[in-house]
């Protein structure tokens, strides 16, 4: 199983920037997926969460309203739409994949990694 991550730059406080993930390796359409991200110093942090079929989805206080995750199953592919970005958003965001039903918050739900892909919003 693979997962790459994408899109990452730097960004405007106030920007806006669309995330990626490819998977392949398996049946991407039966499985959740989430996004997570790490800053400097800090440990890493659930962002969003996204169901199977794309008809649920869970996100941290921090980014609702301003962030939407969505996948597109015939592409195997998820994304994070981000909006009204701020200088605390800075961070290496990565994808992940857990394994079957459910969503989880936490990074031990998750069963595959992608390799990340840095955000930096400056003021």
């Known amino acids: 199983v693979q997962l790459q991550a994408s899109g990452g730059g730097t960004v405007q406080v106030g920007d806006s920037l669309r995330l990626s993930c490819a998977a392949s390796?398996?049946?991407?359409?039966?499985?959740?997926m989430g996004w997570f991200r790490q800053a400097p110093g800090k440990e890493r942090e659930f962002v969003a969460a996204?169901?199977?079929?794309?008809?649920?989805?869970y996100y941290a206080d921090s980014v609702k309203g301003r962030f939407t995750i969505s996948r597109d199953n015939a592409k195997n592919a998820v994304y994070l739409q981000m909006s009204r970005l701020k200088p605390e958003d800075t961070a290496g965001y990565y994808c992940?994949?857990?394994?079957?039903?459910?969503?989880?918050?936490?990074?031990?739900?998750?069963?595959?990694w992608g390799q990340g892909t840095q955000v930096t919003v400056s003021s």
């Open positions: 996204i169901g199977s079929s794309g008809a649920t989805t």
């Open positions: 390796g398996l049946t991407f359409s039966e499985n959740s």
């Open positions: 992940a994949l857990r394994m079957g039903v459910g969503w989880g918050r936490m990074e031990n739900e998750y069963d595959y």
